[in-house]
C-alpha cells in the first residue's frame, strides 16, 4: 500500500503540478494549433497497381510552406516483399499524392486543403520534410525546434496531431521517460525520446513540444501504453 497517498502535502503537489500541466497545455494549444497540419496520402502499390490511403500528421517548421512529417507516411514499406527485391534496394514507392489540411492558412484565418510534395527523406531517422503547392505562403504559423539533450528526463511534453486521421487537430501531455535510446538497427546515431502522451493511429509524424513549445522530437511509432520518438535536437 502506498503510504505517500494521503499526505495533504502529497495530493497539493500533485494537483499543483496537475493544474501547471494544464495550463502548459491550453496555452501551448492556443499558440501551436495552426502549425500542425492532418495529412491525408495515396500510394500506389508496386505489383498490384491499386490505390491505398493513409493519414498522418506533420507540422510547419517555416512560415513559407516547408512541413515536417514521419518518412513512413509518404514512403510506403510492404514488408510482404523479399530482400533483395527493388524494395530492399531502395525502390520504395512514394506518395501518390500528399495534401494537408491546414488551418489558419497564410495566417487568413481559412482552413484548406492544399496538395503537398516531398522535399527530401531520411529513413534511418524516418523523417521527411515537404512542402505545400503554394509559392505565395509567407505567413503561415510554425514550429520552432527545442534540444532534446537539454531537455531532462521527468520533464513534461505534449503531443500535437491527428488521432486516428478523423481530421480533427488534438494535444495530449506526458512526460518524457527517456531521451538517450540509440537504435542499434540503424547505420548512423539516432537519438531518440520516449514518452507516455496518448497517442493513436494517425499520430504518425506528430511533433513532441517540450513545455515552451518547442519541438523535441518527432512521433514514429508507439509501444502499448507508452509513445516513442526520434529526437529533433
Known sequence: QNQTSNNPLVLFNQRSLNKSLANSRAKIWSNLHDA???????FTQMYTGSLLYYGGSGWFISADGYIATAAHNVIFYDYSVKQGTAQMAGK?????????????YNGTGVTRARYCRVVGTEGCTDIAVLKVDDSNMSNQTYMEWGDIR??????????IGDPLSLDVQSISGGIIRDNRYVD????ISVESVLVDAITFPGNSGSP????NGKVIGILTFS????SAGLSGG
Open 36 to 42: 500542425s497540419v492532418t495529412l491525408f496520402i495515396s
Open 92 to 104: 520504395l514507392p512514394r506518395a501518390s499524392y500528399i495534401v494537408a489540411t491546414i488551418t489558419n
Open 150 to 159: 537539454n531537455t531532462p528526463v521527468g520533464s513534461p511534453c505534449f503531443v
Open 184 to 187: 542499434p538497427n540503424c547505420e
Open 208 to 211: 513532441i513540444v517540450d513545455e
Open 223 to 226: 509501444m502499448a501504453e507508452t
